[in-house]
């Protein structure tokens, strides 16, 4: 199997598996807030549900971003939304939020491997270096 693959069949377990109800997406961002009160900040009036929906969605760009090479329209307008000029988001933080996601991966995927690891990582980092190279820029 390819990283490709490995990472398909890893997120389809997580996003079958709840544990004790609480949806893998929650227990990620419990886990972020948790771990450094200025992300927290961030993150004060937001509404998690509809945060927890969004990034559902936004992995399948992050995926898109990593087998094409290709920004698409949607990861560009979620890196502005995210640089200097709108929310802020330091590049430091990018590394906190894969690590906080390889965590909780860790205790949904029952399968969890150092294959499964690395597939995230692999699939995740191109669209996260997107996001912290366009920090900075205006468009
Ligand atoms: C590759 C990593 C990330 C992805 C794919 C991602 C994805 C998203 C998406 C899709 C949205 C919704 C955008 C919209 O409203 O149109 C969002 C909003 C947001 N993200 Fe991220 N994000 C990432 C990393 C981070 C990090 C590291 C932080 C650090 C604190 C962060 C903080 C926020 C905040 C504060 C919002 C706005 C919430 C609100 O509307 O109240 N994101 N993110």
Redesign the pocket.
Request: aromatic letters at 16%; glycine letters at 4%; a neutral charge.
């Given at each position: 199997m390819g990283f490709e693959e490995i990472f398909d069949a890893s997120y389809k377990r997580i996003l079958s598996d709840p544990r004790n109800g609480i949806s893998f997406f929650d227990a990620f961002y419990t886990q972020?807030l948790g771990s450094n009160e200025?992300?927290a900040e961030?993150?004060a009036?937001?509404?998690m549900a509809?945060?927890q929906s969004?990034?559902k969605?936004?992995?399948y760009?992050?995926f898109a971003f990593y087998a094409s090479g290709q920004a698409d329209d949607a990861i560009r307008?979620?890196a502005k939304?995210?640089n200097h000029k709108n929310?802020d988001?330091k590049p430091e933080?990018?590394d906190?939020?894969?690590e906080c996601l390889i965590s909780t991966i860790r205790q949904y995927d029952d399968k969890f491997s150092d294959d499964v690891e690395l597939a995230w990582r692999l699939v995740?980092t191109p669209?996260?270096t997107y996001?912290k190279f366009k920090y900075d820029k205006t468009s």
């Open positions: 972020l200025e992300v961030h993150f009036n937001t509404d509809v945060q969004m990034l969605k936004s992995f760009s992050l307008s979620i939304r995210h929310l988001i933080f990018y906190l939020w894969l995740m669209g996260i996001m």
